[in-house]
Each structure stands twice: as C-alpha cells, then as structure tokens.
C-alpha cells in the first residue's frame, strides 16, 4: 500500500497469432505457472485483462487472435489509449510470414494513431533450435520487418526484438526490459545502482521484483544472462527458505520505524571457484537487491556494504512514496 497505484501503472497488451504463446508468457511470468503446463491453455476468445500487485502494479491484457487490431470497425481508440507497451508474440517454430504481416499492419496502426506506445516483439519459442539456426531467423524476421517499416515511410519506428522462451531465462530477461521501459523511477534507481557500485566495487547490482523475478533496474555495467540466471535463481531459492522459516536473528526496524519486522539479507558463493560472491538484501516486500561481488570488492567489508546498501534502501523507498 506505500507504493502509488498510479495512471501510469505499466501496462502491457499482448498480441499475436493464434497459439504463438501470448496465454504462456503471461501466465508463466506474472503467475509463476510451471511451462509444461502451459501445453493444454485454453484458447483466449476475448480480451482479458490481468494485474500483477508488486511494487507497482503491472496490468496485462491480451488480443483474442481471431481479431484483427486494425479492422475498420475495431474501436483501437479505446483499447490502446492506456496501453504502455505492445507485446507482438511470434512463433518462430511456426509459418511466421502471416505473423509478419500483421505485426507491420498492427505497427502501422500504432506509430499513426499511438506513436507513444512501446512496440516489442518476442521472436518465441527459440528453445529446441540449434544456435545457428536461432540467429538466422532472428536477423531474418528483423531484416524484413524494419525493410517493410521502411517502404511503408515508417522506417525511424523504433521497435525492439527479443529472443524468448518460456523454458529459460529469457523470457523474464525479456519481460524486465519492456516493463523498465515504462517505470518513470527508472533513472533514479540506475543512479542509485550505479553509486553503490562505485561505492562498494560491487561487480553487478541487479533491482528484483521478488515474486516475478523480473529485474526492475540494473547498474550501468555490462549485462551478461549467466549474471541474471544465477541471481533469479537465488532469489527464488531465498523465497522459498523464507516462506518455510521465515527470517530470524536478522531482525531490523523497517524504514518508518512501524512495526519491526525481519527484513532479509543473505550471501552464498556464485560458484565452484568460492571468489565471487552473491548477495541478496530485501529492500521491502516486493523489492530485493542482488549483487554480484568479486575479488576486490568489500565483500569482507560487510559494515560498508551494510552501511550503503542501507542508504540506498531509505532512497529507493521515497522514490516509490506516494
Ligand atoms: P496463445 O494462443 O497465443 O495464447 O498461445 P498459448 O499460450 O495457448 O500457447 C500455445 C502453445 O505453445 C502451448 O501448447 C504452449 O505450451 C506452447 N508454448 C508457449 N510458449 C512456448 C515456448 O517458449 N516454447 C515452446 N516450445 N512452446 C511454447
């Protein structure tokens, strides 16, 4: 309830052709469902719409496929004036040239009557595809969408391409830049990042939505997948220890000073070679800090590390204050 539920909530439409997997991704990510159940979804019929309470809240709704976003008769006004971002799903172990082809009528549409909407487009279900193959397609289904942008007279839109599958890590990788797109706190909490970074010689700094996953900021350093899998990964593992045991010793005012209640941190090795280290602090409910910490870092300098991370804590906090 401390975060405002604002106008300006992100909010994502998902579109695509029958069966590419618009229902998976949403339920996969915002629902937390298994991907092998994934297989048996029903068709979706009508738009429907869903919302993922966290820090801020993320709405999501999807375009029922055997409607077209650009019939004449298609009220688009109405639908897309609240939308943020346009999620088009193609499948790229299918046919996809029809997908093509709606996709460019559908951004179109967007950059002539809502040129403020973001427009992503998942080339999905890259799991099974040998590497090779995975690029081609993905330079291909680029090449062509951005040519036929261009012979139409819309070659500046902008549109951003990912490579996704709901059996991996991409597909949350992918969900974190669309939805930090659309966070107006995004460039506090980069600076925020960032000045920890330099503070500490802290390697990687990743802002985690705890129960999606999906990271809501990152420092200005490179961004590797390994990174991201392994700190997901813990702050799953985390969750789960948490919900069983729950924190105990760890003990510490909440910012405010209501009530006290155990605020989160912990440390393991990142892997077999025991230099690196990760870390996970709970910033409150839905936010979790990770960082990645090396050789040269302060990680044996825990009061420093303690010390900022709790600056930073109290500045992310007024920065989602209503
Ligand atoms: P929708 O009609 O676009 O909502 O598609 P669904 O979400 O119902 O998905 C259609 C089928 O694709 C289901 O059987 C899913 O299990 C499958 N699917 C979805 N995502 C992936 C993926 O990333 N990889 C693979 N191999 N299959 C997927």
Not at 132 to 148: L, N
Not at 273 to 302: A, N, Q
Request: charged fraction near 25%.
């Amino acid at each position: 309830p401390q975060y405002a539920r604002r106008k300006g909530n992100p909010r994502l439409f998902f579109m695509g052709l029958r069966k590419s997997g618009k229902s998976s991704v949403q339920k996969v990510v915002f629902q937390k469902m298994s991907p092998a159940d994934t297989l048996f979804l029903e068709p979706t019929t009508r738009i429907e719409t869903d919302s993922l309470q966290s820090f801020v809240t993320i709405e999501t709704a999807e375009m029922p496929t055997q409607l077209s976003a650009t019939l004449p008769t298609w009220d688009h006004h109405a639908i897309f004036s609240n939308v943020g971002a346009v999620i088009w799903v193609l499948d790229i172990q299918d046919e996809y040239l029809s997908s093509i082809a709606s996709l460019i009528e559908t951004a179109v549409l967007l950059v002539t009557h809502h040129p403020r909407i973001t427009f992503e487009v998942f080339i999905h279900k890259t799991d099974g595809l040998s590497e090779e193959y995975k690029h081609d397609t993905f330079r291909e289904v680029r090449q062509r969408v951005q040519d036929e942008l261009s012979d139409l007279g819309h070659g500046d839109r902008s549109v951003s391409y990912y490579q996704t599958s709901i059996f991996d890590h991409s597909i949350f990788e992918a969900m974190s830049k669309v939805v930090q797109k659309l966070l107006p706190q995004l460039p506090a909490m980069e600076t925020l990042l960032n000045k920890l970074c330099s503070t500490c010689r802290i390697q990687k700094a990743y802002l985690f939505d705890t129960g999606s996953k999906i990271y809501v900021a990152t420092d200005a350093s490179p961004t590797f997948l390994k990174d991201y899998e392994v700190c997901s990964d813990y702050v799953d593992v985390v969750a789960d220890i948490k919900q069983i045991y729950g924190w105990q010793g760890h003990g510490r005012a909440r910012a405010g000073g209501e009530e006290a209640s155990a605020v989160g941190e912990s440390m393991v090795t990142y892997d077999q070679s025991g230099d690196t280290y990760v870390y996970l602090r709970e910033i409150d409910d839905h936010l979790s800090l990770l960082c990645v910490m090396g050789k040269g870092s302060s990680v044996d300098k825990r009061m420093l590390i303690d010390y900022n991370v709790g600056i930073l804590q109290q500045a992310l906090l007024q920065v989602f204050k209503v």
